[in-house]
Nanobody, 124 residues
Framework: QVQLVESGGGLVQAGGSLRLSCAAS????????MGWFRQAPGKEREFVAV????????SYVDSVKGRFTISRDNAKNTVYLQMNSLKPEDTAVYYC?????????????????WGQGTQVTVSS
């Protein structure tokens, strides 16, 4: 069992930055690929970014490439999402996710554990 707790969300102006953190419980964090999803009001949950167990491989949805960076610290059981140049369309609840496996791949169907979500609001 893995429990995920997100933090770092909030209100920011367009062009600003936020850093989300996701702290995981358990001793097997390093055996899970970790990712972030987001869900805007009235929209389906969508994939944002994923990182492999080693941290050497990452993947992003096209809309955030060059602006968001996912990273992890296996010693601290924590995954991060650095979000720069934020846009109003980035407004959503952001969810941390864990998938058992090595590779930097993830979809809603393959997620084993979800966090409770943290709200990110970008004002124009």
């Amino acid at each position: 069992q893995v429990q995920l707790v997100e933090s770092g969300g909030g209100l920011v102006q367009a062009g600003g930055s936020l850093r989300l953190s996701c702290a995981a419980s358990g001793r097997t964090f390093s055996s899970y690929a970790m990712g972030w999803f987001r869900q805007a009001p009235g929209k389906e949950r969508e994939f944002v970014a994923v990182i492999s167990t080693s941290g050497r491989s990452t993947s992003y949805v096209d809309s955030v490439k060059g602006r968001f960076t996912i990273s992890r610290d296996n010693a601290k059981n924590t995954v991060y999402l650095q979000m720069n140049s934020l846009k109003p369309e980035d407004t959503a609840v952001y969810y941390c996710a864990a998938r058992s496996g090595v590779l930097a791949t993830m979809s809603i169907r393959t997620v084993n554990y979800w966090g409770q979500g943290t709200q990110v609001t970008v004002s124009s």
